[in-house]
Nanobody, 127 residues
Framework: QVQLVESGGGLVQAGDSLRLSCAAS????????MGWFRQAPGKEREFVAA?????????YYADSVKGRFTISRDNAKNTVYLQMNSLKPEDTAVYCC???????????????????WGQGTQVTVSS
């Protein structure tokens, strides 16, 4: 039913920028709260950013990325973006987007809050 497909990952150098995209299909995208998570080898999945449904009036960021990353959504394109600036080696991870269809209690910062997940895109930042 609902599918999320990430794109835009790659290998970059520290200080570079990258823009990730997550295209959704099979659902009502504009009614979903959307989030980005990342996971590095040997580490737990980590919250990165989230944007509220509809007009995306509310955004949330992990302290580690605040000021460098920007999450946004384009409901006409059923797509959520993650603009990543001033990348650091510690940003290296597989980045996954997630959709929360709403209606349930939970914390946007927790992966358990989300109903659908993409397969992820690799971001590697060299020093």
């Amino acid at each position: 039913q609902v599918q999320l497909v990430e794109s835009g990952g790659g290998l970059v150098q520290a200080g570079d920028s990258l823009r990730l995209s997550c295209a959704a299909s099979g659902g009502t995208f504009n009614s979903y709260n959307m989030g980005w998570f990342r996971q590095a080898p040997g580490k737990e999945r980590e919250f990165v950013a989230a944007v509220s449904r509809w007009s995306g009036s509310f955004t949330y960021y992990a302290d580690s990325v605040k000021g460098r990353f920007t999450i946004s959504r384009d409901n006409a394109k059923n797509t959520v973006y993650l603009q990543m600036n001033s990348l650091k080696p510690e940003d290296t991870a597989v980045y996954c987007c997630a959709a929360d269809k709403g209606g349930s209690s939970g914390n946007w910062y927790s992966p358990w809050h989300y109903d659908y997940w993409g397969q992820g895109t690799q971001v590697t930042v060299s020093s």
